[in-house]
């Protein structure tokens, strides 16, 4: 059965947008390519015929590319931001009939397995790992896990960048597969991608780009096509990228789902808690706040733009904003988090600590204050 694929190494513009975006498709018996203009997205489908796109809601789905959190003080933002962003696109693939997810990763399976556990289960959706053992570029991933995609039924698959968040339109490509649209021109990919199996004859199983082996041949035989991506589209590959795509995705919940939003006088603007989540008394929350799973944030914590993910204590009086605290990370009392302070997994910041851009890798306990950006090792 065939799926989609979920990735977060394909090179992206890093910007925001809401005006009009686009997707785009290959022929009938080709692929889907996700396209962009500067100010515009675009997502990518394959024309195949409606009844056989019908039938694509019952595929598989690839996520591609979590990194390691160390990779936090090179440029990209790595495995966190990977693994939160393919968890707002699974439910989105859910949404239109996925059942299985292939996670294709280079680094600590284990991981990633154990972190979506809890997800998959409530979602009953199937999540595997296609791991690499060396770097195969953007279309490597395809061909090493060819055998989870394609099963010889010729269904096509999603395959998604998992750096990059947007209103995730899969409802929309499968509709549009047929209309099979072209010419689009001054574009960026979106990395929304809808492939037919057919594609993945055209990748050896060695380090490949999709964007400059693959589709170049797929558009010579004319059989790519782009769609507009619908809404927002940000590459959160960078912390200050992901505060802002959070936002973006929350204004979207708002518009769309506002019921899964957080409400109450502790709320201010757009505030995301997983149920799980035990905020105390006197608290202030929001705007553009992600609260995860077994967080406990207690009285009088004060949260503006910021992610706070699974299992994260946050101690009384507290204060964070613009600001990323990973996995079971602990924020003392009346500690002050700011200015892109990013905290790696089971980082430990002491009382009265002020943090002011830190970058701190896994594993730390942070006794003093860092008071100018700097990565603490």
């Known amino acids: 059965m065939p799926g989609a694929l979920v990735s977060g190494k394909w090179p992206m513009a890093t910007r925001a947008g809401r005006s009009k975006q686009s997707a785009c498709f290959p022929s009938r018996k080709e692929c889907a390519v996700a396209r962009l203009r500067p100010e515009k997205k675009h997502a990518a489908c394959d024309g195949q015929e409606p009844d056989t796109v019908a039938s694509a809601q019952r595929r598989r789905c690839l996520v591609d590319g979590a990194k390691p959190l160390a990779n936090a003080s090179h440029g990209r933002f790595g495995k966190g931001t990977a693994l939160q962003t393919a968890v707002a696109s699974i439910e989105a693939l859910k949404e239109v009939g996925v059942t299985e997810v292939v996670l294709a990763i280079n680094y600590r399976p284990e991981v990633m397995i154990n972190f979506l556990k809890d997800f998959e289960d409530k979602l009953v959706i199937t999540i595997t790992c296609s791991q690499e053992t060396e770097p195969l570029g953007t279309a490597g991933p395809l061909a090493l896990a060819r055998d989870k995609l394609a099963d010889g039924s010729g269904e096509p698959f999603f395959v998604l960048n998992s750096d990059v968040i947007s209103e995730y339109p899969f409802a929309e490509l499968i509709k549009l597969w047929s209309l099979r649209w072209m010419n689009h021109q001054n574009m960026i990919n979106a990395g929304i991608y809808l492939l037919n199996p057919s594609v993945l004859d055209r990748i050896e199983l060695r380090p490949t780009s999709i964007e400059k082996e693959v589709f170049p041949q797929i558009a010579a035989d004319q059989k790519l096509y782009a769609m507009v991506l619908p809404g927002f589209w940000m590459d959160v590959g960078q912390p200050r990228d992901y505060i802002t795509g959070l936002r973006l995705y929350l204004d979207s919940l ?24 035990k905020i105390g008394e006197g608290c202030l929350i929001g705007p553009d706040v992600a609260i995860g799973p077994g967080c406990i944030v207690e009285d009088g914590v004060r949260l503006s733009r910021c992610t706070v993910m699974r299992g994260v204590r946050i101690k009384k009086h507290a204060c964070i904003s613009n600001s990323i605290i990973r996995w079971h990370s602990t924020v003392g009392q009346w500690a002050r988090i700011e200015n892109m302070t990013i905290l790696g997994e089971d980082v430990h910041v002491c009382d009265e600590v002020y943090s002011n851009g830190g970058v ?16 603490v090792m």
Do not use: F
Request: proline share 5%; net charge positive; hydrophobic share 40%.
């Open 360 to 375: 701190v890798l896994p594993h730390k306990e942070i006794k003093s204050s860092i008071l100018k950006p700097e990565i």
């Open 254 to 277: 708002r518009k769309k789902s506002a019921a899964r939003l957080a409400t109450g006088a502790h709320v201010v603007g757009n505030v995301l808690v997983h149920e799980s989540a």
